[in-house]
């Protein structure tokens, strides 16, 4: 919980894994989005009324596309960073694909529905797309470069857009271009905005783990921009404090969000205020006296008429829903074949899908995750595997680019209690000697305990007498771009037919003192 209750708050406000945040006002409500890679439904959608107290609200997209292409995880593809607009009574995203293009969805209504994504720019190595709709009637988007993609990057380049947003006028030009400023790399994740007459392009540099936020201002939108870093780390433990978004409450009050990246936690986002110097620059944070920002770590809740509930995003499930809760993302395009919160009332059902890639979680898409929502949690589950197909399995797991579980395996005609880890290309192997279940027993409670440095300790409770440590302590790992995931799964193997169903009563997540 960020909201300290004494009328300040404690950064990171949103300490889990939303990534290359933008966020807008809209009347008395601000609204985020964030990349989310692989992961679907994507681009969520998170409301606040104070920019503190965040709840998520619905996701811009049902699936990625194109469908085929992500019906199997395709680890640091999809939705990279997104920018959200207001325009003409409506609410805008544009994301790109650096692999196919820039899209566009729009809504009337937040939490949807939203269109379907509509092509604006096709192409390879196109990311990090940002309009802005000018009060002469023209239009325009300023986006970055994936080198990985397209062999060049570190330069921003500015298009008109048809008003409508659905497609670039020109072929660009660029209008920053990084490799001619000292120091600078990876310039990218650009924002656009426009204040009293000057166009300004607010753009992180240096890289994730270690880079800075820069602002750049033109009387032209076309150039030529002078530049200064407005946010560095400075002497606070926040690295890399950057990409993000200004957003201005009804008040008057100016703030930034940015993110962090925390290796196997992700991307966290924090709150920094934000005002303007004497000299029109502005600066967030702490000011050192030139203008250069630092992170502050406590500080003042923004001035706002709302009273919110102090509040975090969703973590836990009992299941009880006709839907699952809006926390939980799947490895690739679900089939709805995979689950049921209808076959046993309150108890999710994970179907044990035959699968070529069950011998690898980093493979399959039937994945039920969210991220990890602290630097210190307890997630707790109860499962009771029902099977005849020997080598079907489910259970409990932390998965990044290592992996680990803990869960059920059917091994011949017994069910066994196992305890797996999976180091970085390479295969699954017992943490523990697997323990057969007691005769007539199938269900057993399970959990993982993330301590600071996201040190994770599996447990089982197999017959109601308490949980029982397995295995030595598992170093969580970050996935590709973004953080580690905490989840469930269920799995067949390759060709043993009908891999039969895992239960799950809830899933329940806590501090480590409970």
């Given amino acids: 919980m960020a909201d300290l209750g ?15 945040p933008d966020v807008i006002r809209v009347g008395p409500y601000f609204y985020l989005v964030a990349s989310t890679f692989n992961r679907v439904p994507g681009l969520p959608i998170l409301r606040s009324a104070d920019l503190v107290n965040w709840s998520v609200i619905g996701h811009a997209l049902t699936e990625l596309r194109p469908r085929d ?44 529905p939203w269109s379907a994504p509509h092509p604006v720019a096709t192409g390879k190595g196109l990311i990090d797309p940002c309009p802005l709709w000018d009060e002469d009637g023209q239009a325009y988007l300023v986006h970055a470069w994936a080198k990985s993609r397209s062999g060049i990057n570190n330069r921003l380049t500015l298009h008109r857009m048809s008003p409508d947003g659905t497609g670039l006028l020109d072929e660009g030009q660029i209008v920053i271009n ?4 000292p120091g600078y790399t990876t310039l990218e994740g650009p924002k656009l905005y426009k204040r009293d007459g000057w166009y300004w392009i607010f753009a992180p540099a240096g890289g994730v783990t270690n880079g800075w936020q820069s602002a750049f201002r033109s009387r032209d939108i076309r150039g030529p921009y002078e530049e200064r870093v407005v946010l560095a780390q400075g002497d606070t433990p926040v690295n890399g404090p950057h990409q993000g978004a200004w957003v201005t409450t009804a008040g008057g009050e100016d703030w930034f969000l940015h993110f962090q990246d925390r290796g196997p936690y992700g991307r966290v986002v924090h709150l920094q205020p934000m005002r303007w110097r004497t000299d029109g ?53 679900p089939d709805p074949a995979w689950w049921s919160l209808r076959r046993s009332p309150g108890r999710l059902a994970l179907a044990c899908r035959p699968s070529p890639v069950a011998h690898d979680l980093r493979l399959l ?20 595997l029902s099977t005849t197909t020997e080598g079907s399995r489910a259970g409990l797991v932390i998965l990044g680019e290592t992996y680990a579980w803990v869960g059920l395996r059917h091994d011949g005609d017994r069910i066994v209690l196992v305890c797996r880890t999976a180091a970085q290309d390479a295969a699954e192997a ?60 269920a799995t067949g193997p390759a060709a043993g037919g009908r891999g039969g169903v895992a239960e799950f009563d809830w899933f329940r997540v806590g501090p480590v003192s409970s």
């Fill in 365 to 384: 898409p039937n994945v039920l995750g969210q991220r990890l929502p602290a630097e210190s949690f307890t997630a707790t589950t109860s499962l009771r």
């Fill in 69 to 112: 292409h992500f019906s199997e995880p395709r680890h640091g593809e999809g939705v990279w960073a997104p920018a959200l607009r207001h325009h003409d009574g409506k609410f805008w995203i544009f994301y790109p694909d650096p692999d196919f293009g820039i899209f566009m969805v729009h809504a009337t209504d937040p939490r949807g």
């Fill in 281 to 333: 620059w502005p600066v967030m944070g702490t000011d050192d006296g030139s203008g250069r920002g630092t992170p502050v770590l406590v500080h003042t809740k923004p001035r706002v008429a709302a009273r919110p509930a102090v509040t975090a995003p969703a973590t836990g499930d009992e299941f009880t829903g006709a839907e699952l809760g809006r926390q939980w993302t799947w490895q690739a395009n």
């Fill in 178 to 181: 990084g490799d001619e400023l």
């Fill in 6 to 20: 004494d009328g300040r708050y404690q950064n990171p406000v949103l300490n889990a894994d939303w990534s290359d």
């Fill in 430 to 489: 017992d943490a523990v000697t697997p323990v057969p279940l007691p005769r007539g027993r199938s269900a057993v409670r399970l959990r993982v305990r993330v301590l600071p440095g996201a040190e994770c300790r599996f447990a089982a409770d197999v017959d109601g007498r308490g949980f029982t440590p397995l295995g030595a302590p598992f170093p969580a790992t970050a996935g590709k771009w973004i953080g580690a995931t905490v989840g469930l799964f």
